[in-house]
């Protein structure tokens, strides 16, 4: 095989890497974008009450969800008043 | 909030991921490319044309990452503040991180496409600069992208970094093996100088 013909043989080769990177660039971002709305995090946070019971709130969060509460604090925290066994209100707040 | 507004954030973040592949395996390719390495089933030139082939891809996705970013109506992005760095109202910190990254990656890439006319040594220092663009990009997507924080894009980016910073490590060991050691110039010093002396002594003979 000729030099020439090698370097054409490599560029096309080359060529094919760089359709095929593409192409993989944008099926990715096309994935990630119908994805990322199912990629969730859960976190945990434990909040304990004056009588010292411990409760634990899981709270699943999309990413948008993070987005709203950090962009515009449009979402308040979730406040649930609840009520401890010595009849005083307690007020735990679940994390986002 | 309407869909197309959700739409547009998602395809930002699913560009910036891109992005950051891009990026990485760009910074990798450069590293290959200064050790005069080659990739498997390519020619020696082809490591380059990639390099430049991804690099302007990376561009591209880039575009589509702040133009989605400000078109977003969500989040009040000015198109100034995805160039300038830190006057965006939202975040301005981490947003201004990713214009300093946007505008080193520009600096880098039109001084590339310019490189005959600029000269090698001025080509050479502003491409220095991908080395502190590489780095701020992966601070403005930790910053600014709350899913980055945890959960398999945490991990992408772990690994986008452990294979840059094992590269970077691999090039400046080779760079310490071939640059010559005191020793080594000594004796070339000493040689060459033996070497004159024998040449004069002979020119006076």
């Known amino acids: 095989m000729t030099d020439s013909n090698r370097v054409v043989q490599g560029r096309t080769r080359v060529r094919s890497v ?79 | ?67 989605t970013a400000v078109a977003d109506s969500f989040v ?11 006057v965006s109202k939202y975040e301005p910190f981490w947003l201004g991180l990713g214009a300093v990254s946007l505008d080193l990656m520009i600096a880098v890439i039109a001084t590339s496409l310019i490189r005959s006319r600029i000269g090698r040594r001025t080509w050479r220092a502003v491409h220095w600069l991908a080395y502190a663009c590489w780095p701020i990009a992966i601070a403005h997507s930790i910053g600014s992208g709350p899913d980055v924080q945890h959960g398999p894009l945490l991990w992408l980016t772990v690994a986008c970094t452990a294979a840059v910073a094992i590269a970077i490590v691999a090039r400046t060991a080779a760079a310490l093996r071939a640059a010559p050691s005191d020793a080594q110039i000594r004796a070339l010093l000493a040689d060459s100088h033996t070497r004159n002396r024998t040449r004069i002594g002979a020119a006076h003979r």
């Open chain 2, 76 to 86: 009040n992005i000015s198109l100034a503040s995805a160039i300038v760095p830190f």
């Open chain 1, 18 to 96: 760089a359709a095929s990177a593409t192409a993989a660039s944008i099926l990715a971002a096309a994935g990630l974008a119908f994805g990322l709305p199912g990629v969730t995090a859960t976190k945990a946070s434990t909040s304990t009450g004056s009588t010292g019971q411990k409760s634990t709130t899981h709270k699943t969060t999309t990413t948008r969800q993070r987005h709203t509460s950090k962009s515009k604090n449009l979402q308040s925290p979730t406040t649930t008043p609840t009520t401890g066994s010595n009849n005083s209100p307690q007020v735990s707040s679940g994390g986002s």
């Open chain 2, 1 to 67: 909030m309407d869909s197309s507004s959700t739409a547009l954030w998602y395809v930002s973040r699913a560009t910036g991921v891109v992005c950051l592949l891009l990026f990485t395996a760009v910074i990798l390719l450069g590293l290959l490319m200064s050790r005069q390495g080659k990739l498997p089933g390519l020619p020696k030139f082809g490591v380059v044309h990639l390099h430049r082939y991804l690099s302007l891809l990376a561009v591209s996705f880039i575009t589509v990452h702040a133009a």
